[in-house]
């Protein structure tokens, strides 16, 4: 589509077509019940073909202040009494008890690359298992790395993605003032 921003990068497939074809059989083959027609797509020259996925990388410096709570476990030794073959015994056990300090910083993180599918015909699941991508072979786009392979166009608009960036993010950021809080249990408020 005219209209589609092109890709500034990509990861240039890694795999020989001989080598995925070895590779599928060798899978399909630990598989006992895998279908046989399953079995055979792998068979002869070209029977199996990459395909380029789209995904949506942003980057970000974010600096977060927060206020929070650090929960500090500390445990009571206390009595209690039990029926033990007829009788009634005494005995002790640990109490857990949570004593709440507050807590607040900063913290400051540089998110590189944060990944978003742009495809919605790949499930998510699938997806994830592909994951982590190496961006060491990260090179600038050429069409000629699309000869010979399928190349799905991206379905996720860029407003749609950068949601969703935000939210991982977030996510993040929110492991990372549990770490700064420290003890326990953390509480951001």
């Given at each position: 589509k005219r209209d589609q921003?092109?890709?500034?990068v990509l990861i240039?497939?890694?795999l020989k077509n001989d080598d995925a074809v070895l590779k599928w059989k060798k899978w399909t083959e630990s598989r006992w019940f895998a279908p046989n027609n399953l079995k055979e797509m792998g068979n002869g020259p070209g029977s199996?073909?990459?395909v380029y996925i789209p995904y949506w990388?942003?980057?970000a410096q974010t600096d977060s202040d927060y206020d929070g709570q650090m929960g500090i476990y500390r445990y009571e030794t206390e009595r209690y009494t039990t029926t033990e073959n007829g009788k009634t015994v005494t005995k002790t056990r640990q109490k857990r008890h949570t004593d709440w300090?507050?807590?607040?910083g900063e913290v400051s993180h540089f998110f590189d690359d944060v990944l978003i599918l742009g495809s919605a015909s790949l499930p998510r699941k699938l997806a994830?298992?592909?994951e982590p991508w190496d961006f060491k072979q990260v090179t600038a786009f050429r069409e000629e790395y699309l000869k010979g392979f399928f190349v799905e166009s991206y379905s996720v608009q860029l407003q749609d993605a950068h949601r969703e960036s935000k939210e991982k993010i977030e996510t993040r950021i929110r492991e990372l003032v549990r770490s700064d809080i420290g003890g326990n249990e953390q509480r951001i408020h």
């Open positions: 921003i092109k890709p500034n240039p497939f890694q199996l073909k990459g990388t942003f980057d300090y507050p807590a607040s994830l298992n592909l």
